[in-house]
């Protein structure tokens, strides 16, 4: 018996979690218009003292969407803009979950290569 993950777990999640969103297909379809969806926003911090005593800390933030909700999937510098907090972020990395679902680590700068 398999289960479906997308529609049991992912959907109900999306529709509780997800915040409006914008996908700009600037890098990987230029001229596609932007997209409205949802994606659900998570921005965690780590601290990590080093050997010398002083503090080193980095922000993860990453968006993750529902696969099956999407034509095209937001690639590696393509932008995708949160309405509610209003702001922009550029897609930096897609990792499939293999379970119906995409994790878009994402960046507040341009990646060096734009």
């Given at each position: 018996?398999?289960?479906?993950f997308?529609?049991l777990?992912?959907?109900?999640?999306?529709?509780?979690?997800?915040?409006?969103?914008?996908?700009?297909?600037?890098k990987?379809?230029?001229?596609?218009?932007?997209?409205?969806?949802?994606?659900i926003?998570?921005?965690?911090?780590?601290?990590?003292?080093?050997?010398d005593?002083?503090?080193?800390?980095?922000?993860?933030?990453?968006?993750?969407?529902?696969?099956?909700?999407?034509?095209?999937?937001?690639a590696?510098g393509?932008?995708?803009?949160?309405?509610?907090?209003?702001?922009e972020?550029?897609?930096?990395?897609?990792c499939f979950?293999?379970?119906?679902?995409?994790?878009?680590?994402v960046?507040?700068?341009?990646?060096?290569?734009?």
């Amino acid at each position: 018996m398999s289960i479906d993950f997308d529609s049991l777990i992912l959907a109900p999640n999306m529709s509780v979690f997800g915040r409006d969103i914008v996908v700009s297909y600037n890098k990987s379809r230029p001229s596609a218009s932007p997209v409205q969806g949802k994606g659900i926003y998570k921005s965690d911090s780590t601290e990590v003292q080093l050997s010398d005593g002083s503090w080193y800390s980095e922000q993860n933030t990453s968006i993750d969407l529902r696969v099956s909700e999407w034509d095209y999937l937001p690639a590696r510098g393509d932008r995708i803009w949160i309405q509610d907090i209003d702001v922009e972020f550029w897609v930096a990395d897609q990792c499939f979950d293999g379970q119906g679902g995409v994790h878009l680590p994402v960046r507040r700068t341009q990646p060096e290569d734009e």
